[in-house]
């Protein structure tokens, strides 16, 4: 299963702008991505409910993964790791002014 680790940047964590940013991303992919903390439960990332819910504050390191259900040979791989990715550098770059 492809997964790749990020630290959420944005001075209020995934929450209200930053956490739709970070979900229309998400589901921009087409791909089922889940992100967790360390000791909690992967949510679907492209569920703003989810993601808010699940408290993400800043300075959260965070995993961002794919289900190896969802790939389709080395091409569905590496569109997977090209999306996380992305959403990772989404993450750290949000708390940037």
Do not use: N, Y
Not at 49 to 56: G, I, K, N, P, S
Not at 75 to 96: I, N, P, T
């Amino acid at each position: 299963m492809p997964t790749q680790k990020a630290v959420v940047t944005a001075t209020v964590g995934l929450h209200a702008r930053p956490a739709a940013v970070f979900v229309r991303a998400a589901t921009e992919t087409g791909l089922p991505v889940t992100i967790r903390k360390p000791g909690a439960e992967d949510v679907d990332a492209t569920s703003l409910l989810q993601v808010m819910t699940a408290d993400f504050p800043v300075g959260c390191e965070v995993e961002l993964s794919i289900s190896d259900a969802a790939l389709e040979g080395t091409h569905g791989w590496r569109k997977a790791e090209e999306a996380l990715g992305s959403l990772c550098r989404l993450l750290e770059s949000q708390g940037a002014s």
